[in-house]
């Protein structure tokens, strides 16, 4: 536990860090979360380090053999070991300021990582096909504010997405599947087996083989949920607290304190946006105002001194912004204005304003 990282190359470079990353199991887990909870300043080089390390999916997008990918891991070994002698470069070489070189260094080391990663991966390549394989570019859709698309994924997956988010996926899966989220979407699996279906959506990683479910992970809120229709799920977090949940279940992700929770859900809360039904249940005010804006492609604006204790429960379905506005402003006592795609919300007075 001695081992104090400066920066991501160094995990990097980290033998107990490679295996970890390339195949992780309960052991290796326990090291690394030990780890993190006695260095939780170092928590954004582990995070960083990861994900540069996860995002080059070698193995996955070439359909690599796993004893060749460990010869890419013991390249990495040897490049930890001859890492002393590295350290004796002379920096007078280098004419940068001291704050260049802070930047630059651990940065060119990092390179030289991956360096090492892609020169082993297309050395095997050349030997054993003649030929390198084209790695597949990756797909990027956004559904802006105010709208819901469905798309249809590689393998024939099914997902719906909702407004103000973005789905990533591959061109194609031959390989794992493997699909990135910011916001929250609806997605129905074609079974596979051999081919578990991943999704990762800030910190939390969802794995599936064929199911139906929906992922809320938008950022900025305060908490992300992953609820199942049919089949079961596996759900994982950054800080390594996993549940396996099943129909009718739901994991709940607390931003502020990093925990966990399984229990049931409200299908027309979490899912019934696919229906155009806007369910809240119990929700802050600033949330309900935020589902509000990415529903309706408007922003919310506040008058000095306007505040709403407490939580909100309500439901529309299918409903203008006018009319569910009318519904809350009974119920609160406020006034709003609608108008060039802001709504101003003010307290009640004795002549409302007009609405455009």
Excluded: C
């Amino acid at each position: 536990m001695s081992f104090e990282p400066k920066d991501e190359a160094d995990l990097l470079k980290h033998p107990l860090f490679i295996k970890w990353i390339s195949g992780s199991s309960v052991e290796l887990d326990d090291y690394w979360n030990n780890w993190l909870k006695k260095n939780p300043e170092k928590k954004v080089f582990l995070i960083r380090a990861k994900d540069l390390a996860e995002s080059l999916s070698w193995k996955e997008q070439h359909r690599m053999p796993t004893e060749d990918f460990s010869r890419i891991k013991d390249n990495l070994m040897l490049y930890h070991a001859k890492q002393a002698q590295y350290q004796e470069i002379d920096r007078s070489h280098f004419r940068h300021s001291n704050s260049m070189k802070k930047w630059w260094l651990p940065m060119a080391a990092a390179v030289l990582v991956m360096g090492l990663l892609v020169l082993s991966y297309f050395e095997i390549g050349d030997a054993e096909q003649g030929k390198s394989q084209q790695v597949d570019e990756w797909i990027v859709k956004k559904v802006p504010k105010g709208m819901k698309k469905v798309f249809r994924l590689p393998d024939g997956s099914q997902v719906t997405v909702n407004s103000d988010s973005e789905i990533r996926f591959p061109s194609s899966f031959e390989g794992a599947r493997t699909v990135e989220l910011e916001g929250q979407a609806f997605f129905e699996v074609v079974k596979d087996p051999d081919r578990p279906f991943r999704v990762k959506s800030g910190q939390l990683y969802t794995t599936v083989l064929g199911t139906s479910f929906d992922i809320g992970a938008y950022p900025g809120d305060k908490g992300f949920h992953v609820a199942v229709v049919t089949g079961k799920v596996a759900v994982r977090t950054d800080n390594g607290v996993s549940a396996t949940i099943f129909p009718d279940e739901a994991t709940f992700f607390d931003i502020d304190d990093q925990s966990l929770t399984k229990g049931t859900y409200d299908y027309d809360q979490l899912i019934g946006w696919k229906e155009r039904i806007l369910k809240f249940r119990e929700e802050s005010y600033q949330h309900v105002f935020d589902r509000l804006a990415r529903w309706y492609n408007v922003d919310f604006e506040l008058a000095e001194g306007v505040e709403f204790p407490g939580k909100y429960s309500g439901e529309f379905k299918n409903e203008s912004l006018e009319n569910v506005l009318k519904g809350m402003e009974y119920s609160l006592k406020f006034t709003y204005e609608i108008q060039n795609g802001k709504v101003r919300i003010s307290n009640k007075t004795s002549n409302r304003p007009g609405v455009e």
